[in-house]
């Protein structure tokens, strides 16, 4: 039988280690968080950039190595040896040292030779080595252009949180006006003044005015026209109109990212290249691929430019919709970002891409709208708007312009055009070439199956000289759009093939997976039984999915998958819950694979290969899908473009880091809130200064913020203003209780790394027993063998070196009774490494563990949960799962123990199921354990009338995070009374869900 626990004194010993780091002198709390840090301290890394000015013979044969080491490592590595993010531990296993950040500390890495960041002065003259960026003189009370904290807080929470209409502010400042008059008049202040400042502004155009003032974050909109060339007067329609293109100064923006100080210690200063002790390189940032440091050194050819900083702007575009029902309300942003910021900030969503220009969306009659004419217009009126767009930014790509950078330093900047993010139609659109062929390699539209050469701008224009621009054969055996000029063409160093970014939502989750796989299951359905009969089948699966039990952070669907809106989270929660039989079920379990392998925050050589061989099992199986008549062919661009993952994960990064997934939560902010604050007409003028000004707010925050003018809450500040009475007592503000309930699902923390823990709720939960044995009996646990099992795990727990096994054990050693008050709560909060999930900028995330007899006014909810077993075993051989029927938390002998009562699961098999890739478990029993019992010594229990679930007494320590079950449902459809409260008690077999989300897959292997 597994122990199940783990000592507290250990694991408060682990806590207290500390080390600090040579340069900062910053103090780490593990060995993973110190070797990170090591390679992240802005005191090291200056030193880094400067010695590797000159370059190293090892360095040099490392580079001209790595390609043919990543062929030579390309096969699957050993299950048992699979790290976490492709590279070390995610954490989440319970321990401090294995725990932690991915491990960083053992690696070889090159920081580009000469595209160093050195720091200079306003006039580009580099600094001594260690030289101070220049101070900031302006006063800490310098809240300008609002007058105190107070304004600048109400018109941010107002303006940029809350998005409050304008008539409703006018509402809220006269309310608050009228209060506090009364309030002061009630007081009976003889210098009582009608004309105070009562409220922080008198009205909302003053918070307006206040706003526009801000001069950070400031770049202005501009606009220009477009028009179709050659228009006659039997033209049609379209080509007598103008179409007007808004954007804002990219080299500005560009500036604007450069310099805030929220990225100071989440930026790469310069491209770099990581290798583990064995020579295999690991992929992660944007600055860590192969395209950045390939950029530098092109750039470094020119003497001038050795010092300097790249700051590649990466772009996306992508037209959305703010409301169907209203009519034509399209609008088509472009975002922008730099490739400097690391892909947990741009995942985070912390100002590091933002809206620059919004472009046009030409429109025609029906007659016309499939004409070559109009469509070739609307192509090129996106690649010239692009050009114009950025060419505030060309100076700057071949001349290095002097800007500060976050860390308050100046340094020489280059720029270059980055990747382009977007989905398939507009990569097609970028790339100019004909739909349903590769915007990347030359693979005919006919035979996606296979990859074929890389296109180049090279090639293509050497295509169009040789047949010209308007020969039929350019089209049809290359589908190149001959007469389209991509914008790269007026760049330096830009081509569009090797700019298409891979994309992760559109490509993967919303594309294959929603459109392609889960339709096909449901066409295979309808084939196979008739309309009527698939109908049956689909909802059976619709019960399935239904029964499903809750998970923190996963999307349920109570009324199965059978609704008509989908959107990327239905996917993704869809991609978790649904199964299908056979050769279907391995095809969308290496797919799946594929998925959480390229959702990846570190990739190394081995998870490329591990994507490869996974890609290629993946089309193995989908061929049933043409065996059994559900497809002729599958030759589809999104399902094509998977072949190109690896590729640009060597050149790009981690993906996660460069998906439309972050251009489509800027959607939210840049056009559909701001859509819905405008008056509607003429919206798009009134959504451009909401943008603008939301930018100046955002500045003005981080600014502060930076400046130590934000510490505490405004609360906080305005205590320590008037913080003295006469007599001299401090007035102290009053403070809410963290209750932590449960009333939310969990989600990202924001801040640094920090170590992994899992803590009960504050709140004790009222009507139930105090004493181990009244709670033995209450409706909620029902076990009666409940005071010995405490009485036991507190002995065990005291007296680590001597355990006691059994109840029989007891009386014979005569341990004292726990006599303490038991406090129980409803929930309990795991937070845990995640940084290839939704996480804060540290890569940390929580969830919610509920344990309640009634959830959210229904039935009873008892969540399951992975508890650390043995931590010398990789992945789910050292976990076990158990569900939680009691949190409780006591004190005993001076200690505070917070606990569990788990019901416990155990492994069926040694290996995880062949076709779903998933354990299988099932629940354990006292009666199978007495059967199995190896010592021979009779346990005392009576005659049972019915198995009796095996439960036992665990520290909330030993829980590392919540797990999914799945039932193993059979082939057999399930009964209607079966109910995701229910279910678990419903079957005998259970999936551990490791799909559940990517930190789940990355220990449950």
């Known amino acids: 039988m597994p122990r199940h626990g783990v000592d507290p004194e250990e694991a408060a010993l682990g806590r207290a280690r500390s080390r600090r780091c040579p340069g900062c002198d910053r103090p780490c709390l593990n060995k993973s968080g110190f070797t990170q840090h090591l390679r992240r301290c802005r005191v090291l890394l200056e030193q880094r950039l400067r010695s590797a000015r000159e370059e190293s013979p090892d360095a040099d044969h490392r580079r001209d190595e790595s390609p043919d080491m990543d062929r030579n490592n390309a096969g699957l590595p050993d299950d048992d040896g699979m790290d976490i993010d492709g590279g070390g531990d995610q954490g989440g296993r319970g321990s401090e040292e294995e725990g932690g950040e991915e491990e960083l500390g053992d690696e070889l890495g090159d920081y580009h030779p000469l595209m160093t960041a050195l720091p200079c002065d306003e006039n580009g003259n580099f600094l001594p080595e260690n030289a101070a960026p220049p101070p900031d003189d302006r006063p800490q009370d310098d809240w300008s252009p609002f007058a105190n904290r107070i304004q600048f807080e109400f018109a941010d929470l107002i303006f940029r949180r809350n998005q409050m209409p304008r008539s409703q502010i006018n509402d809220l400042l006269r309310i608050w006006s009228a209060s506090m008059v009364r309030a002061v008049a009630q007081a009976g202040d003889e210098d009582f003044n009608a004309e105070a400042d009562f409220t922080p502004f008198n009205n909302v155009d003053g918070m307006l005015a206040a706003i526009d003032s801000v001069r950070l974050g400031d770049a202005p909109w501009e606009s220009f026209v477009c028009s179709p060339e050659g228009a006659g007067p039997d033209s049609p329609p379209w080509m007598h109109q103008t179409y007007e293109v808004w954007f804002r100064d990219v080299d500005r923006m560009a500036d604007l990212m450069l310099a805030n100080p929220d990225f100071k210690d989440e930026i790469d200063l310069t491209p770099f290249r990581e290798f583990d002790e064995h020579g295999v390189q690991r992929f992660c940032n944007f600055f860590s691929g192969n395209w950045a440091w390939d950029q530098a050194d092109e750039i470094c050819k020119d003497e001038k430019n050795i010092g300097s900083m790249f700051v590649p702007l990466i772009l996306g575009n992508d037209k959305t919709t703010v409301s169907v029902a209203t009519g034509q309300n399209e609008f088509y942003p472009v975002y922008m970002s730099i490739g400097n910021v690391r892909n947990n900030v741009q995942r985070a969503h912390r100002n590091a891409i933002t809206v620059v220009a919004f472009l046009a969306i030409p429109k025609t009659t029906q007659e016309h709208q499939n004409s070559v004419a109009f469509r070739d217009f609307r192509r090129q009126i996106t690649h010239s708007s692009f050009s114009i767009i950025l060419q505030k930014a060309k100076a700057s790509m071949e001349t290095y312009k002097v800007r500060k950078c976050s860390d308050k330093h100046f340094r020489r900047i280059i720029h270059g055009i980055g990747p382009v993010i977007c989905d398939y139609p507009d990569q097609i659109s970028h790339a100019c070439v004909v739909q349903n062929w590769c915007p990347i390699c030359l693979s005919h539209a006919k035979t996606l199956d296979v990859v074929s050469m890389r296109r180049t701008q090279r090639h293509r224009n050497a295509l169009i000289e040789t047949f010209g621009v308007t020969e ?28 298409v970014a ?247 923390i924001e801040g640094p790394h920090i170590e992994n823990e899992v803590f009960l709720a504050s709140n004790r939960l009222k009507g139930y027993p105090r004493n181990a044995d009244a709670l033995a009996a209450h409706a909620q646990l029902q076990w009666p063998g409940f005071p010995s099992a405490l009485d036991r795990f507190v002995y065990n727990t005291l007296n680590p070196d001597v355990p006691i096994d059994s109840d029989d054990d007891l009386d014979e050693f005569n341990i004292p009774r726990v006599q303490s008050n038991l406090n129980v709560v409803a929930s309990a909060t795991a937070i845990f490494y995640a940084p290839s999930d939704i996480c804060g900028v540290g890569g940390m995330r929580k969830e919610i563990i509920r344990v309640t007899s009634s959830w959210r006014g229904g039935p009873a909810r008892y969540d399951c949960v992975f508890v650390q077993t043995d931590r010398n075993l990789p992945g789910f051989r050292g976990l076990d799962v158990a569900q939680v029927r009691l949190l409780f938390s006591f004190k005993q002998d001076g200690r505070e123990f917070s606990c569990a009562v788990v019901r416990w699961f155990e492994r069926v098999g040694d290996f995880p199921n062949e076709d779903t890739g998933m354990w299988v478990v099932k629940p354990q029993y006292f009666e199978d354990l007495a059967a199995a019992n190896p010592t021979g010594r009779r346990r005392r229990q009576p005659e049972p009338r019915e198995r009796r679930p095996f439960l036992g007494v665990i520290s909330v320590d030993s829980i590392v995070r919540a797990a999914h079950l799945i039932p193993v449902y059979g082939n057999e459809a399930i009964s209607l009374d079966v109910k995701f409260s229910n279910v678990l008690t419903k079957f005998e077999r259970f999936y551990v869900n490791k799909f559940a989300d990517h930190h789940a897959y990355e220990i449950a292997f």
């Open 472 to 499: 039929k054969k350019i089209r049809e055996d290359y589908g190149i759009l001959a007469n389209i000029v991509p914008f790269t063409n007026d760049f330096p160093r830009a081509d569009i093939h090797d700019l």
């Open 502 to 748: 891979s994309d992760l939502l559109h490509q993967v989750i919303k594309g294959t997976f929603k459109d392609h796989l889960v339709t096909w299951v449901g066409e295979y359905l309808v084939k196979k039984y008739g309309k009527t009969g698939a109908l049956k089948y689909v909802d059976d699966i619709d019960r399935r999915i239904a029964a499903v039990p809750p998970f923190s952070n996963l999307r349920r669907f109570p009324q199965g998958r059978g609704f008509k809106q989908w959107t990327g989270d239905d996917s993704k929660a869809l991609m978790k819950a649904s199964i299908v039989p056979a050769q279907m079920v391995r095809a969308l379990r290496h797919f799946l694979e594929f998925c959480y392998l390229a959702r990846r925050n570190v990739l190394d050589s081995n998870s490329l290969a591990t994507m490869e061989l996974t890609l290629d099992a993946f089309h193995r199986d989908r061929v049933v899908f043409i065996n059994e008549g559900v497809r002729t062919s599958i030759s589809l661009p999104r399902q094509h473009s998977l072949m190109h993952y690896t590729a640009n994960i060597r050149k790009f990064g981690a993906p996660n880091g460069t998906c439309t997934s972050i251009t489509e939560s800027q959607h939210i902010v840049a056009v559909k809130e701001t859509w819905r604050r405008s008056n509607r007409f003429n919206a798009l003028g009134q959504m451009l200064i909401s943008n603008q000004r939301l930018s100046k707010l955002a500045s003005a925050k981080v600014d502060f913020i930076g400046r130590g003018m934000m510490s505490g809450s405004v609360l906080d500040a305005a205590f320590d203003e008037v913080n003295e009475t006469p007599d001299g007592a401090r007035l102290e503000p009053e403070r809410n209780a963290d209750d932590n309930t449960g009333r939310e699902d969990g989600g990202i």
